[in-house]
Nanobody
Framework: QVQLVESGGGLVQAGGSLRLSCAAF????????MGWFRQAPGKEREFVAA????????FRADSVKGRFTISRDNAKNTVYLQMDNLKPEDTAVYYC?????????????????WGQGTQVTVSS
């Protein structure tokens, strides 16, 4: 089972940018489809973006389209989430997730491995 470690979170003003990274260890990274989710206090974990095994397909939640970009570098065993034009409502703990198999999946239950999360706080 692959292990995931997120980094890159922090405090940023509205309109700013952050780039989250998720490094994978202990598995064949190219076998995994990857996803980013977030969870704000008092709310359920929600889908943000997903990418298939080789990066040829991506999908983003409507709330982040045009602002967030998911990408991956299989040579570095890393998936990224570039977040631009951040809004206060983007404040949450962001989690990286991995699942075996082809395609794009959007539900937390579709992913078998999770990172510990990284906090993103956007001030107004």
């Amino acid at each position: 089972q692959v292990q995931l470690v997120e980094s890159g979170g922090g405090l940023v003003q509205a309109g700013g940018s952050l780039r989250l990274s998720c490094a994978a260890f202990g598995g064949t990274f190219g076998s995994y489809r990857m996803g980013w989710f977030r969870q704000a206090p008092g709310k359920e974990r929600e889908f943000v973006a997903a990418i298939n095994w080789n990066g040829s397909r991506t999908f983003r939640a409507d709330s982040v389209k045009g602002r967030f970009t998911i990408s991956r570098d299989n040579a570095k065993n890393t998936v990224y989430l570039q977040m631009d034009n951040l809004k206060p409502e983007d404040t949450a703990v962001y989690y990286c997730a991995a699942g075996l198999g082809a395609g794009i999946f959007l539900r937390p239950s579709d992913f078998s491995s999770w990172g510990q999360g990284t906090q993103v706080t956007v001030s107004s």
